[in-house]
């Protein structure tokens, strides 16, 4: 049986990631293909849509090379994301729902897909990555719900999450919330699941109209786990995308980032610290998302308000079509976050 060239683990022939300590094992083309920042998405990049048996091959193939390359970029393939490695800072084994003191983060940095189309339902799936910074804030990993009412609603799932007067919960939890039009909110609470949430399970992500509400809902695909909440819909029936926003066909971070899409989010004691970071894979397995714009931003919440500290879009905030090649990523680079996308994945982080 072939092994991890990483940690030497013992792999099965099919196996895309090791199952020890997360390394990818197809490697994709070296960094300088990556665009400078700010100059939108580049080349696109092949994702493999051969059979499972071409793929054991395959990745049998790829060990042995990676065994005499030392470096390698790597893009997480779809479904798939990499177990993560514990970040300096991070405690080594939390006691789950333990609170843990930590200085208030002040300092929100957001990873966002805005989708241009609109639903009347959102439905992700996204792979539960416990990571966090120096001071052991974690991110949240959320999907977004702009109403045609003009009200917006969240639900995600979050690791080691502040609290609004400063440290957090370890472990992982449950986290959403709805605001009224022009409203404004920061760290929304988190609530614990129904049951235990482990590293790497995939949690399916649910927003949807039924009857005169919105439900916001999470459930581990893996186990029994999940927690879901229900908002009033305020005579909404869709989700908006940006070509339904007649003011902001192109999306800006100065209207307050509300938008329908994908976003992971990261509070920090201080700014530009939102490095490094595990690869977190988003992924729709039915619908394809025919153009997105993706973007980068940070808030300063020291102040009585929210500053920006930067805001930056890709392709000038022109939505990306990804119809033309959905089934390959697009990578671009923003202020030292990498994105990647396609019709039916976003993955933010390295």
């Not at 917006?152 to 449950?174: K, M």
């Not at 988190?190 to 999470?218: C, H, K, M």
């Not at 619908?287 to 973007?295: D, H, K, L, N, R």
Request: charged letters at 10%; proline letters at 9%.
């Amino acid at each position: 049986m072939p092994q991890c060239p990483r940690c030497q683990t013992a792999i099965p022939a099919n196996s895309r990631f090791c199952p020890n300590c997360g390394a990818q094992l197809v490697a994709a083309p070296a960094p300088e293909y990556l665009p400078p920042s700010v100059s939108g998405p580049s080349a696109p990049e092949e994702r493999p849509k051969q059979s499972r048996t071409w793929i054991a091959v395959a990745a049998a193939f790829t060990i042995v090379l990676l065994v005499s390359v030392s470096l390698f970029v790597l893009i997480p393939a779809a479904g798939h994301v990499a177990l993560s490695a514990p970040i300096a800072g991070c405690p080594t084994n939390p006691s789950p729902s333990a609170t843990v003191s930590a200085p208030n983060p002040d300092y929100d940095v957001q990873e966002l897909m805005a989708f241009t189309q609109s639903y009347s339902r959102l439905q992700f799936n996204v792979t539960a990555v416990p990571q966090c910074d120096s001071t052991g804030y974690g991110p949240a990993y959320l999907l977004n719900g702009l109403s045609n009412t003009g009200y917006w609603y969240q639900v995600g799932i979050n690791w080691d999450w502040p609290l609004q007067s400063g440290g957090y919960v370890s472990g992982f939890g449950f986290v959403s919330e709805d605001w009224v039009p022009g409203g404004l909110s920061r760290s929304p609470s988190s609530s614990p699941f129904s049951g235990t949430v482990r590293q790497n399970d995939t949690i399916e992500l649910d927003l949807y109209f039924n009857g005169g509400s919105v439900v916001a809902s999470a459930r581990d695909l893996n186990r029994s786990a999940s927690a879901s909440i229900t908002y009033p819909a305020n005579g909404a029936t869709t989700f908006v995308g940006l070509q339904a926003q007649q003011s902001r066909l192109r999306f800006s971070f100065a209207t307050r980032g509300y938008f329908t899409g994908l976003m992971t989010e990261w509070y920090h004691v201080s700014p530009n610290a939102y490095g490094p970071a595990q690869g977190v894979v988003y992924s729709e397995t039915t619908a394809p998302v025919t153009s997105a714009t993706v973007g980068v931003g940070e808030w300063n919440f020291t102040a009585s308000g929210p500053v920006s500290v930067f805001s930056t879009v890709a392709n000038s905030g022109n939505p990306i079509d990804l119809l033309e090649q959905p089934n390959q990523l697009q990578r671009v680079s923003l202020n030292g976050l990498v994105l990647s996308v396609d019709a039916y994945e976003f993955v933010t982080g390295p």
